[in-house]
Every structure is written in C-alpha cells, then in structure tokens.
C-alpha cells in the first residue's frame, strides 16, 4: 500500500510545478508592464526637469545686459536657440525646431494673456521626441529679433519648450500615444 501512496503523490506535484510556471508567466507579463510604465514615468519626469532647464537657460542667456557696451548682445532668437540647444544637448535630446519668426507665441487654451500653459494641442510637435521652441518678446505675437535690439530694458522674454514625449514601452504607446510637455519660463531683460 505505501508503493501506491507514493506514485499517485507524484502526478499531483507535477501538477503543481506545472500551474506555477503557468502563473508565473501571467504575472510576469503584468509585472513587466508595470515596470516599463515606471521607467516610462521617471524617464518623462527627467526629460520634463530638462525642458524646464534648457527654458530658464535661454531666458537667463537673452536676458543678460552687457553694462560696459551698454547692449543686449544675447537677445536674438538665434543666440536664446543655441543656449536652449546646448542644454537638451546633454542628454541627447534633438535640437530644437524654432517657430519664429511670426508665430511666437502658442495660443494658450485657457485664455491667459501671458502665454502659460496649457496650450493648445496644435502648439506641440507633430512628432514624438522633437522639441519646439517658441520666443515671446513682450508677449507680442511676431516681435523677432535677428540682430540685438536696443531699448528692449525691464520688458518681459518668455521662452517656451514644447515636446511631444514619446513612452519607450511599446503597449504604453499603443494605447495611449504621445504626452505634451511644456517649459515655459518668463524672465525680465535687464539694462534700460
């Protein structure tokens, strides 16, 4: 008798072996998933963080007041780019599309007249993991400055980056498609 305790002990041992493969793959897909959606997430958070520096970088770089030449010689649409350019640069993001000169400002969606976000969907790129920038001048649509201007002391410079963040987990993508990102940073030009 204990000869066949043994052998009908066995088929259900393998039973069991069997159903936690079966289960361990089905959690594992979850977990997987999971997993990929928080890397997605801590990843949109630091391109978010980057956005928002190469903003405050381009503002801070148009903004400066040469006080001994008494000019503003950063205050161009091509200088403010290169130093927006320079910080996505670090961690190997494209360089920026410039939408100057005559739409320089993105319609906001909540009627503001400063240019802050949210802005409208046709403000943001066309294309996942592409940055936009837009140059406000006085929050006065189609004010460009190819060349330095003078007088331009104590008036606002808003500088906008604008990104379409494209997850990196293919389900996430799938189902959910591209997420806006916006980093706006408005700064006052120095000098008279």
């Not at 993105?106 to 294309?127: K, M, V």
């Not at 002391?153 to 498609?177: F, H, K, R, W």
Request: aromatic share 8%; proline share 9%; hydrophobic share 35%.
């Amino acid at each position: 008798m204990p000869s066949l305790l043994r052998s009908s002990s066995r088929p259900a041992k393998n039973r069991q072996a069997g159903q936690s493969l079966v289960e361990f793959a089905l959690s594992s897909v979850v977990l997987l998933v999971i997993v990929g959606g928080l890397v997605d997430i801590g990843r949109a958070v630091f391109v978010s963080e980057v956005l928002s520096s190469a903003a405050r970088e381009g503002a801070r770089h148009g903004a400066f007041f040469d006080a001994p030449n008494r000019g503003h010689p950063f205050l161009t649409d091509t200088q403010i780019k290169s130093a927006v350019d320079a910080e996505l640069a670090t961690i190997s993001l494209p360089a920026s599309v410039l939408k100057n000169p005559g739409n320089t400002c993105p319609s906001p969606t909540d009627g503001n007249t400063y240019h802050n976000p949210p802005y409208a969907n046709s403000a943001y790129p066309t294309t996942a993991n592409q940055p936009w920038l837009y140059i406000c001048y006085d929050n006065t649509p189609g004010d460009d400055f190819a060349s330095p201007p003078s007088g331009q002391g104590q008036q606002d410079l808003n500088v906008i980056v604008l990104y379409s963040y494209g997850a990196l987990t293919p389900l996430i993508t799938a189902q959910l498609g591209s997420f806006h990102l916006a980093a706006n940073e408005h700064i006052t030009v120095q000098g008279p």
